[in-house]
């Protein structure tokens, strides 16, 4: 049976700068950071529990009621740039919601 290894030092640096409401939870055999939004949106990062030196995520985000990605951004070259996508993309999502319920 296939297991997945614990989180490694990269993306545990990458949890801890982005702060408590993240986590790190296992996608499809693999270690990913996760982020529910109270709205039945979840963001996904993947691509960054390994030893590269480099950094290249991905950023799925899924509808939760329709159990479907609804947008992908690729080719995350940064932290910084994963910051900026995650900020952007819980800012519309929730908005969204939002516009949803009014």
Do not use: H
Not at 22 to 41: A, H, M, P, S, V
Not at 65 to 71: A, D, G, L, P
């Amino acid at each position: 049976m296939f297991k997945t290894r614990n989180p490694g030092k990269k993306i545990k640096e990458v949890l801890l700068k982005l702060g408590d409401k993240y986590t790190i939870r296992i996608i499809d055999f693999e270690n990913c950071i996760y982020l529910k939004l109270k709205n039945g949106y979840y963001f996904e990062v993947s691509g960054l529990d390994n030893a590269k030196k480099s950094f290249n995520a991905t950023l799925y985000i899924w509808d939760d009621s329709i159990k479907k990605i609804v947008e992908t951004i690729s080719n995350i070259t940064s932290f910084d740039m994963l910051k900026d996508c995650l900020e952007v993309a819980e800012e519309k999502y929730l908005k969204l919601q939002n516009s949803v319920e009014q």
